[in-house]
Structure formats: C-alpha cells, structure tokens
C-alpha cells in the first residue's frame, strides 16, 4: 500500500497518478489526510499525557518522603484520572490508525511514470517483437484437437474428476509439461535464483501483503473453515518469506525462483477464450520473485525481461512484450510487460508472463525493509514475474511445432522429455 509519506509529499500528483489507472483517489486521499492529521494530534495529547505522568509520578515520591500524605494522595487522584484519559486516548488513537490503514488498503499503487494511459488492453504498446512465425497449412489443428489426437491431454477426464478448467495430462503430454517446469527451473538456477519450494496455501496475512486480499473480484479459492487460500501464484509465498524482516543491505538483492500450481477461479471470464489450455482454474508455472533497493529495481526489472525473453528463444517460440496501459495492469503493480507467444493454428497471441515491478506498495503491506549504510531502515522494492506460465507455453509449442510426421520438440527439451518428437 502506498505510504503516508508519499501521500503528504504530493497529494495532488498522487491522485493525477492514480487517474492513470482509472481510479479516482481524491476522495480516499483526502481521507488519509483528514485522519492522519487527527491521528497526529491524537498521538501528541498521549505523548503530552505521558510526560505529565512521569512528572507527577517522581513529585508523590517527593511528597511521600516529606510526609505531605494529603498532597501525594491528591497527586494519585489525579493520576488516575489521567490514565483513563490516557485509555480513551489510546483507543481512539488505534481506532485512528486502523482507519487509515482500511483507507489505503483501497488505493492502488501509483503507476510508474512510463506507464501509458488507457482503459484495456486495446491501449498496451508494444514494446519489442522476435521469433519466427510458423508456418502451417490450413490443415493445422488447435492444440486441444491435436492433445486429443496424440493422447496428451484428456479435458473431460478432468471435468468428471473436478470440473471444467482441471485437464488431465498422460503420457507423453505429462513428461513435456514435466519437462517444461524442469527447464524453467534450471534456466532460473543458472541465473542466480534460489529455489523454493513453497506451501500451495497462505494465511491472510500472505494474501494481504502481497495484495491479492481483500479480494475485490472474487478470484481467491478460499477455504473458510481453515481461512486458508489457494494461491493464485508462487509469488505469494515467496515474496512473504520476507513479510516482517529487516534485510542487511549488503544481502540484497534477494533472488528465488518456485515451481507452484496455481488455482484460480477466473470469475467473469466465462465464455472468453476458455477452450482447452487457453484459461484454466489449475494450471502449473515457475515464478520468479526478487527483492532489491530501491534504486536498483529497475535495472532487475530488465534482468527479469530478458530472462523470460531468452526462455522463450530457446523454446523457438514467436513472441511480443507489451507495455500495459493503466487500464490493464494490476492492482498492486506500478509497472508490468506482458510476454505473448503466437499460437498458430488459433491466430492469435496467447499471454504467457507478466513482469512487474511494485515498488515500495508490498513491501509497505509486509513491512519488508532494509538496514542503510547510516544504520536506519527503509522499504525494499518487490518484483516477480512468470518465467514461465505452462498452459499456454505448451498450447503454443504443440500447434506450431506439428507436422506430417508429429509434434517436434524443441531441441532445448530433448534432454528432459526423452523424446524429440511425439508420433
């Protein structure tokens, strides 16, 4: 969440910046103002109450030593009429601050300057564009006929075991998803990430400060009896690891990787492109999750880019960044690049990684800070991105690699499948 700090060093940019997203923060700003003026005064009668009370406090010792029992009694009286004030005080000071922090638990994080403006993503910019387009016949198959065809993957398996968005992968169908999280994987070790094997459930507190809850869109499986979530992505875990520390400047960055499944209700989404791999409820991915100074995260969120960039260059994939509008990007993000490969026999590019970078807004939520050089502490800045997201990886790498004589694997694979093609 966004700082009182940042609020009161500019309340006017803040809400310009906000408009960028399509949120109107003049009224919650002037909220946060409004009630952190009055937690001041608050905190200063309780800090002015304190001090009469140790001052009263040593003069009935005086008292007492003099034998002025009457006075020292008075004196207590008094006292104790003060610590009751000091009681209300304290209540409507915490009261105060819980206020506050509802309030800016409903303000998106500022967009970072270069983020354009726009409403969807009709309004992202392409940034960068690579690979070589497949060239396929009209005879092609989409991906959920040609899983189908090759026994890879069985949809009404996981629709009679679960329900719709649940695919069962066999065969050869399971190795190469296998394969894919083991690449990735690797590929991020050789990078410099840690792996991480996290719990595929979080406490509300993870999902608080990582921003996924409060969930405004309903897209949290939640287990109620337990109030546990599903996670969404491993980011969530991961980047809680460090929820409520104080890392030693000379450790960051901080760099971890975490092969997950994650679980999604896509609420809304009905009928949007939904057939096969294209938008599921489970689906597997490889985050990766760093922590860095401020001053330093932009040049990680290129490192991050160019990793999933050369994920995707092995795969021989054809692929776009976009640089997110406004009016598409998260929540939580002050910046994100979508990656999109192209699936050729749908003609049409499929998402398969967001990098992003949040700034301070997580870090705030998780009070996940750093010591300076001069001994004081500071907000890190959080960054995760998908290196990558399965689903639509292999949609993509079984349309365009199909031939006469089967589905080529890319070379980068054969080690990990055991297979070069599947016939």
């Known amino acids: 969440m966004l700082t009182i700090q940042q609020i009161k060093e500019n309340p006017a940019l803040i809400v310009s910046r906000l408009a960028v997203k399509g949120f109107d923060g003049q009224e919650p700003i ?9 937690r001041r005064e608050l905190q200063m009668k309780n800090d002015s109450l304190a001090a ?11 008292m007492m030593k003099q034998g002025k029992k009457d006075e020292a009694e008075s004196a207590k009286s008094a006292v104790a ?7 209300t005080i304290a209540a409507q000071l915490a009261a105060t601050e819980g206020e506050i922090r509802e309030i800016l638990l409903s303000v998106p994080n500022v967009p970072y300057e270069g983020v354009p403006a726009g409403k969807s993503a009709a309004d992202n910019v392409v940034e960068a564009t690579g690979g070589n387009m497949p060239e ?7 991906h959920w006929d040609l899983a189908k065809k090759y026994n890879l993957i069985d949809f009404d398996l996981g629709v009679k075991i679960t329900g719709a968005g649940f695919p069962v992968y066999i065969g050869k169908g399971a190795r190469l998803q296998r394969a894919l999280i083991q690449f990735f994987l690797d590929e991020a070790n050789k990078a410099g990430y840690v792996e991480i094997q996290p719990p595929y459930v979080v406490n509300e507190a993870s999902g608080i400060g990582t921003g996924q809850l409060p969930d405004k869109e309903g897209q949290m499986y939640h287990c109620q009896v337990d109030n546990l979530y599903l996670i969404p992505t491993a980011e969530v875990p991961v980047t809680n690891i460090y929820r409520d520390v104080i890392i030693p400047a000379d450790k960051l960055p901080k760099k971890n990787c975490a092969y997950s499944a994650c679980f999604r209700r896509e609420a809304g989404s009905y009928g949007k492109d939904v057939r096969g791999l294209n938008r599921l409820h489970q689906f597997d991915k490889v985050e990766i999750v760093r922590i860095e100074k401020p001053e330093d995260s932009y040049a990680a969120l290129e490192e991050m880019k160019d990793h999933v960039r050369g994920l995707l ?3 021989g994939l054809p692929w776009h960044i976009l640089r997110l509008c406004g009016g598409d990007m998260s929540f939580t993000s002050a910046i994100t690049f979508d990656f999109e490969v192209w699936s050729g026999a749908q003609q049409r590019w499929l998402e398969v990684s967001s990098v992003s970078n949040f700034e301070t807004y997580q870090a705030n939520r998780l009070k996940c800070r750093y010591r300076t050089a001069d001994k004081k502490t500071a907000l890190c800045h959080t960054l995760n991105g998908s290196a990558l997201a399965l689903p639509r990886i292999m949609a993509a790498l079984l349309e365009n690699n199909q031939t006469p004589e089967g589905i080529k694997i890319p070379e980068c694979l054969h080690k990990y499948t055991g297979f070069d093609i599947i016939d």
């Open 81 to 87: 009429k003060m610590k009751e004030e000091q009681k």
């Open 313 to 315: 260059e092995k795969l």
């Open 136 to 142: 396929l016949g009209s005879e092609a198959l989409p």
């Open 52 to 62: 009469e009370l140790n001052k009263i406090a040593a003069q009935i010792g005086a």
């Open 30 to 38: 002037n909220r946060v103002l409004d009630a952190d003026n009055r």
